[in-house]
């Protein structure tokens, strides 16, 4: 069992950066591959990032791709999404979630924790 905090959303103008982090306890952190997710409203939720257990492998949406960064820090079991150059497309509540098993997955149905989401607003 993982559960997961996700902070540092806010309310940012288009060009701005933002740090979130997901805060992870009750398992064994570094086993678990790690992804972001967004969803906006009315629409489905989508993939943005997914790290691998090790942290030597990313992935990224290609809408996010150069923009956005995600790594980890199995030291502190926290996984964390630099975004830079925020675009009003950017505004969506931000998922972290944990799968285990996976060197990481673009599949949102691959993971298995899911924590309660930040939100993130970005004004142009």
């Known amino acids: 069992q993982v559960q997961l905090v996700e902070s540092g959303g806010g309310l940012v103008q288009a060009g701005d950066s933002l740090r979130l982090s997901c805060a992870a306890s009750?398992?064994?952190?570094?086993?678990?591959?790690m992804g972001w997710f967004r969803q906006a409203p009315g629409k489905e939720r989508e993939f943005v990032a997914a790290?691998?257990?090790?942290?030597?492998?990313?992935y990224y949406a290609d809408s996010v791709k150069g923009r956005f960064t995600i790594s980890r820090d199995n030291a502190k079991n926290t996984v964390y999404l630099q975004m830079n150059r925020l675009k009003p497309a950017d505004t969506a509540v931000y998922y972290c979630?944990?799968?285990?098993?996976?060197?990481?997955?673009?599949?949102?149905?691959?993971?298995?924790?899911w924590g309660q989401g930040t939100q993130v607003t970005v004004s142009s």
């Open positions: 790290i691998s257990w090790s942290g030597s492998r990313t």
């Open positions: 979630a944990a799968a285990q098993g996976l060197e990481g997955s673009s599949n949102r149905y691959h993971y298995d924790y």
């Open positions: 009750g398992s064994t952190f570094s086993s678990y591959a």
